[in-house]
């Protein structure tokens, strides 16, 4: 299967910017959409996921949208915080299949 | 305290050695992972299983090999036959195969080839 393109590969805001990485996928039966936070050194998190069937979902300061036509979803971050620094995944599954983009490292400076 | 085990969190080896990883989890989960994970890229399956003595390659596999004789359970060896073995090895397990969505994952084991 072709891989999830994740971008931008590093990312660095002030604290209480906003974030946004973006990542594109290619199959249209795709149906789930989970983003991993990976802080240093410790295991990879889910933090939140979106399925098909909706086109945004929030969980406090963190938010993913979904363009199906598009194929592609994000990840939003406001009112970034210094701990919110980590590594972030998104990640696609279609048909028991899960594909994980390359990963963004974003730095939250104080 | 449930969770996934995996052991040891780093190892050195020397070419042409056979090293096998530990995972354990007691979260009483059907399905267990193996993923690769190297700097610039996202983490790449090497093997699964979904349930015990039944297991699949992942987009990875040539060099390795697995088992699942215990739910608890899955061991990988990363064999001489890998032609680049370094690299940070995670172990994940889920309730019900990629379906339930959640992978929880270990905290790692570094694998480094002198």
């Known amino acids: 299967g072709e891989n999830v393109e994740q971008h931008p590969s590093t990312l660095s805001v002030q604290e209480g910017d906003s974030a946004v990485i973006k990542c594109t996928y290619s199959?249209?039966?795709?149906?789930?959409f989970p983003w991993y936070k990976q802080e240093l050194g410790k295991r990879p998190q889910l933090i939140i996921d979106?399925?098909?069937?909706?086109g945004e979902k929030k969980d406090q300061r963190i938010a993913v949208t979904l363009n199906k036509t598009a194929k592609h979803f994000s990840l939003h971050i406001t009112e970034t915080q210094p701990e919110d620094s980590a590594v972030y995944f998104c990640?696609?599954?279609?048909?028991?299949?899960?594909?994980f983009g390359a990963g963004t490292r974003l730095t939250v400076k104080p | 305290d449930g969770g996934i085990t995996q052991s040891p969190k780093y190892l050195f080896r020397k070419e042409g050695q056979n090293v096998t990883l530990s995972c354990e989890q007691n979260?009483?989960?059907?399905?267990m992972y193996w993923y690769r994970q190297d700097p610039g890229q996202g983490l790449r399956l090497i093997y699964y299983?979904?349930?015990?003595?039944?297991?699949q390659k992942g987009d990875i596999a040539e060099g390795y090999s697995v088992s699942r004789e215990k739910k608890e359970s899955f061991p990988l060896t990363v064999t001489s036959a890998q032609k680049n073995p370094t690299a940070f090895y995670l172990c994940?397990?889920?309730?019900?195969?990629?379906?339930?969505?959640?992978?929880?994952f270990g905290e790692g084991s570094r694998l480094t080839v002198l």
């Open positions: 979106i399925r098909s069937n909706v």
């Open positions: 994940a397990s889920s309730t019900q195969g990629f379906r339930t969505g959640e992978l929880f």
């Open positions: 979260l009483n989960h059907d399905a």
């Open positions: 990640a696609e599954y279609n048909n028991n299949d899960m594909r």
């Open positions: 299983s979904q349930i015990v003595n039944d297991f």
């Open positions: 199959d249209s039966a795709s149906n789930y």
